[in-house]
């Protein structure tokens, strides 16, 4: 089985623009995943898919020495567990 989990960093979307939210966009992006898995022949059934916007962001730990862009750009990200 496979979560697919979205993510964003914390900056607010743009009010009016092709998402309503961090949390729309963070399941967008896991959705996106999601289909790339069945592309690939693993069911759907076997696939769960989370958006959590940015509830849940990197340890300081991983982006220490990095430039804001960069810090931002790691928490951007989706992530597939497998179990």
Same mark, same amino acid.
């Not at 289909?35 to 962001?57: C, F, H, N, S, W």
């Given at each position: 089985?496979? !979560?697919?989990?979205?993510? @964003?960093?914390? @900056?607010?979307?743009?009010?009016?623009?092709? &998402? +309503? %939210?961090?949390?729309? =966009? %963070?399941?967008?992006?896991?959705?996106?995943?999601?289909?790339?898995?069945?592309?690939? $022949?693993?069911? +759907?059934?076997?696939?769960?898919?989370? $958006? &959590?916007?940015? @509830?849940?962001? =990197?340890?300081?730990?991983?982006? /220490? $020495? =990095? %430039?804001l862009?960069?810090? =931002? !750009? /790691?928490?951007?990200?989706?992530?597939?567990?497998? &179990?």
């Amino acid at each position: 089985h496979f !979560a697919v989990e979205g993510h @964003t960093d914390s @900056t607010p979307v743009i009010e009016g623009g092709i &998402y +309503r %939210s961090n949390w729309e =966009l %963070s399941a967008i992006r896991a959705n996106a995943v999601r289909g790339r898995l069945e592309v690939v $022949g693993i069911g +759907r059934e076997q696939i769960r898919v989370e $958006g &959590y916007a940015d @509830t849940k962001p =990197l340890p300081d730990e991983d982006l /220490r $020495g =990095l %430039s804001l862009d960069e810090q =931002l !750009a /790691r928490h951007r990200r989706v992530v597939v567990r497998i &179990y």
